[in-house]
């Protein structure tokens, strides 16, 4: 049908136009990473800063208001922060901040916000826009949703991992981030666009059920997020390792690219979060895949490759969030757990879709 | 899994740190060391499996052990595969099968992971149940001697007495559902200690509950449920219809402890299977039109119908039928060299490829005088290429039946078991081979012929019933709730102390200084902290707001 057609290349139109702003942004960011300044990237609190926080008080009084700085706990106990007396500072009585803006770290926000890190973002927000019209129109083009081949679910993927970094970069200041998340966003745009492309299609019976909606849409959107939570464990591998290279005196060798990023404490504590929302979200679509499997299946469990997988990178990323609260496995072997589970994530994807024959066989490839 | 030891003693640690704030009791003190050695030596070892690392590295060897189950093809799903894999790699192969690679899922060593996990697990989950049992009953702490030392911390003076600005704080965190506890101090002050989270605690425990619920689900399934196959040929009367009876099925797996009386005698009829493929051969929609009576009915009962489809499968007396393959029976009529007819009914070819070349056996013991076998092919939409005739599409476009013609001794009486889509040529002699269209009829050399009446579609059903599945969905459901509550749940405390202002001018006033601590994203809790600061700064001032 010529109108199925339109939207079709329509899609592929605005994929590779979302791919280039992509691309763009990526620059951009990857430009203010190394020459903007750092304030611009990210909150800078360094370890025992005490960071002084405007809150309302009562009217009648002085306030004295004070917060250690968050660098210095871990985030996993009631524990007072060794060294650090929580210094208190006086402060005047002003309005409730906003969400971010009063924010711990705030006072760097005085000089001029970097221009170049602000039009990466808002060109990352426009490709982003374009993108969403491309998976619409690919809908479009199929009647019916557009997540039923591997060159489709990359594509959702991808957008969820660029969703999940602007929600960072809203919630607070992340533009560190942006040219580390763009990079695999590309290239999986890129992989998806060539390699496992496959024109619009109806699906195949075994996909023909409204638990493609619920199931299919939790692993794209649990996939997107781990995608951002490996990213942030690599960074914060690589600022660990500065931070100890520093610490020793030694020279910090390719870990120097570090040094403009958040401290590791503070990224361990950012892939921790994404990760903690992505994990429950990746729980609930091997759940639902195992009710859609009972239906279609006649099992919900059947130890097929793609349910194995699954299974593996689940348990490693329990393994990465049980050792991050461990002695002896906290910071980089919990981290190394978290790369290990997005390693798994990769192979459940790639290699099970395409490399083994299996009832997820659905790549069209 | 078993972050109890370890987490426990972190945070009693932490506390004494911060001030003695714990709210669970120390660990008890080290077993004195005159026990027998024996029982210390069990007592050591279940310390160690109970452990927090010692989970984490069977956690870890669950997850490496579940690799060759995905990397090596597993009979339990395709024992073809497998036997391809022993005629690729004949001597790794049997290595390999010696550690049970090929079925890694029911193998020892994968069980023994997981029930140590589990062991692991239970034995944690006892004490640490006790102990958040206890801390859901004990008192908030009291308020640390040094509060500025806490992380976030706040203070400021009012005009109230401590009693009240202590009262009204109290009012306003139960009102935000915290849980409070109001001591006096010594000087004619006040304090109040707050904790609120405690679902994180109960999520936690939960989710490590579900967990061993979901085996206990999975077990109950492979203990008590049965699941079995049959093929049905659509619109025959002989081999379309099937009751549900241990014998009638063509495979039929029970679970350990099933016993046959768990058959509900419902039966069920295939009129009508309709596939429908995309012009690219990939297939469409697969829609099985059957009719059904369920047991209670009695044999003079109702027939329903139902649609049968790939995400639809018919329930009926508490099982569950599925359709799970199809694929084509060539409707055949074979007579022997004496005129009579020997065979009239549809024959089940086995499809071998995407496009539906079916391969199979048409057995004819009844021909006489000797008997005949014939062995071939069905190309769906016939093309010729230079290795021969092969399938271009799934549907019936050019259907072609060829066929290479035997007669001899079909080898049934001799009590092997053969396969019914392979003729056992050892007692056969070749005749001819022939390409038949639909309704053409080939007569062979000798005697008999051979009528292709026509192409009839089957069907494979699976039938089963798993008790398992209830308590399973149920337990994955907590497992999620659970999982959430212990991932956004904070857990946090807050203090708030009151005291006469020291005598520097400012008789007559209190001294209000508050500090929280909290134990996860701390970040978040600096903004609750500040709002919570400042509503408690209001209320202190207007104490019967």
Not at chain 1, 313 to 329: D, K, P
Not at chain 2, 68 to 80: E, K, S, T
Not at chain 2, 199 to 205: M, Q, S
Request: charge should be positive; glycine fraction near 10%.
């Amino acid at each position: 049908m010529p109108a199925d057609a339109t939207f079709g290349s329509l899609s592929n139109h605005l994929l590779v136009a979302s791919m280039v702003a992509y691309s763009l942004a990526m620059l951009g960011f990857a430009a203010e990473f190394s020459f903007g300044r750092r304030s611009a990237l990210t909150r800078v609190l360094d370890r025992g800063d005490s960071v002084p926080v405007r809150v309302a008080g009562p009217a009648p009084a002085r306030v004295l208001v004070g917060s250690a700085g968050s660098e210095s706990r871990s985030g996993s106990g009631f524990e007072v922060p060794a060294g650090s007396s929580g210094a208190t500072s006086t402060l005047p009585a002003g309005p409730l901040p906003g969400r971010g803006a009063g924010r711990p770290g705030s006072e760097d926000a005085a000089g001029p916000p970097g221009r170049l890190g602000q039009a990466a973002l808002a060109l990352t927000v426009v490709g982003w826009a374009v993108h969403v019209g491309s998976v619409v129109a690919r809908g479009f083009a199929a009647h019916r949703v557009p997540w039923g081949n591997m060159y489709e679910f990359s594509s959702m993927v991808a957008l969820v991992a660029v969703t999940a970094f602007l929600v960072l970069a809203v919630r607070e200041r992340v533009r560190y981030l942006g040219a580390f998340v763009l990079l695999p966003v590309v290239l999986y745009l890129g992989l998806a666009g060539t390699v496992l492309y496959v024109p619009a299609a109806p699906l195949v019976p075994a996909l023909n059920s409204y638990w493609i909606k619920i199931h299919v849409v939790a692993a794209i959107t649990a996939t997107g997020t781990f995608m951002v939570s490996g990213v942030v464990i690599m960074l914060f591998l690589l600022r660990a390792r500065y931070e100890d290279r520093v610490a020793a005196g030694r020279p910090a060798g390719v870990a120097a690219l570090a040094h403009r990023l958040p401290s590791a404490a503070a990224l361990d504590r950012t892939s921790y979060r994404v990760t903690a929302f992505a994990f429950p979200v990746w729980t609930f679509a091997v759940i639902a895949g195992a009710i859609w499997a009972e239906a279609a299946w006649g099992r919900y469990w059947g130890w097929d490759p793609k349910e194995t997988w699954s299974f593996i990178t689940w348990v490693v990323y329990a393994g990465y969030l049980h050792a991050r609260t461990t002695a002896g496995w906290k910071g980089r072997r919990a981290a190394y757990l978290g790369l290990l589970g997005f390693a798994a994530l990769m192979v459940d994807y790639y290699w099970i879709n395409i490399g083994v024959s299996g009832l997820h066989s659905y790549s069209g490839v | 899994m078993t972050e109890l030891t370890t987490e426990r003693e972190l945070t009693t640690e932490r506390e004494r740190v911060a001030g003695g704030l714990s709210t669970q009791p120390s660990p008890p003190p080290p077993a004195p060391r005159r026990r027998r050695q024996p029982l210390a030596a069990a007592r050591n070892a279940w310390r160690q499996l109970t452990s927090m690392r010692t989970a984490l590295l069977l956690l870890f060897l669950l997850a490496l052990a579940a690799v060759p189950g995905a990397a090596l093809p597993q009979r339990g799903l395709n024992p073809v595969q497998v036997a391809d894999y022993f005629a690729a790699h004949p001597r790794l192969a049997p290595v390999l099968d010696r550690f049970s690679l090929f079925d890694v899922f029911a193998a020892p060593w994968f069980a023994a992971v997981y029930l140590l996990l589990f062991v692991s697990l239970v034995g944690c989950l006892g004490p640490r149940i006790r102990l958040h049992a206890r801390a859901l009953r004990a008192r908030p702490p009291a308020a640390p001697q040094h509060l500025e030392r806490l992380p976030h911390t706040a203070g400021w003076e009012t005009e109230a007495a401590p009693q009240a600005a202590v009262a009204a704080a109290r009012a306003l965190l139960r009102r935000r559902r915290w849980r409070t506890d109001v001591r006096a101090e010594a000087g004619g002050g006040a304090s109040l200690g707050a904790e609120k989270g405690y679902l994180r605690e109960t999520g936690n425990l939960l989710f490590h509950v579900a967990l061993v619920g979901l085996l206990v689900g999975v077990a109950m399934g492979g203990l008590f449920g049965y699941k079995g196959t049959r093929l049905l040929v659509a619109g025959d009367e002989a081999s379309g219809s099937f009751t549900n009876t241990v014998t009638q099925y063509d495979d039929f797996h029970p679970g350990r402890l099933f016993s046959g009386s768990r058959l509900a005698p419902f039966a069920f009829v295939l009129d009508r299977f309709t596939a429908s493929y995309q012009p690219s051969g990939e297939a469409r929609q697969f829609i099985a039109d059957v009719r059904y009576l369920p047991s209670a009915q009695g044999a003079g009962g109702r027939w329903r119908p139902y649609r049968l489809q790939v995400n639809h499968p018919l329930t009926v007396d508490g099982a569950s039928v599925y359709l799970i393959g199809h694929g084509y029976a060539v409707h055949v009529t074979v007579r022997g060299a004496d005129g009579r007819v020997a065979l009239d009914q549809p024959v089940p070819f086995l499809p071998k490829d995407q496009n539906f070349t079916s391969v199979g056996a048409i057995k004819v013991p009844d021909a006489r005088p000797a008997q005949l076998g014939f062995s071939g092919f069905l190309t769906p939409t016939t093309v010729a290429t230079p290795s021969g005739l092969a399938s271009a599409y799934p549907g019936l476009r050019v259907p072609r039946l060829t066929l290479l013609a035997y007669r001899g001794d079909l080898g049934l009486d001799s009590g092997r078991p053969q396969s019914v889509y392979q003729l056992s040529t050892g007692g056969l002699r070749r005749i001819q081979s022939k390409t038949l269209a639909p309704g053409q009829t080939w007569r062979l050399p000798g005697g008999g012929s051979l009528t292709f009446a026509g192409i009839d579609q089957w069907i494979t059903v699976q039938v089963g019933s798993d008790p398992g599945n209830t308590p399973a969905l149920a337990a994955s459901g907590a497992i999620l709730l659970g999982l959430v509550l212990s991932l956004r749940v904070r857990r946090r405390r807050l203090w708030v102390r009151a005291v006469p202002a020291s005598d520097g001018g400012t008789a007559g006033r209190t001294v209000v200084s508050v500090g929280g601590l909290a134990r996860t994203d701390t970040d978040a809790f600096a903004e609750e902290f500040a709002e919570l600061v400042a509503a408690l700064g209001r209320s202190a001032d207007n104490p019967h707001h």
